[in-house]
């Protein structure tokens, strides 16, 4: 049971990143 959890958690990370890496790459650098 942990490991699922582990596992969800670790996805769910990971899309995080993405949003935030593809966010960042959309909004301009000056804010």
Sequence with gaps: MAS???E???F???R???A???MG???P???
């Design 4 to 6: 699922d959890m582990m």
């Design 8 to 10: 969800e958690l670790r």
């Design 12 to 14: 769910l990370a990971g």
């Design 16 to 18: 995080t990143v993405v």
């Design 20 to 22: 935030v890496i593809r």
């Design 25 to 27: 790459m959309i909004q």
């Design 29 to 31: 650098d000056d804010f």
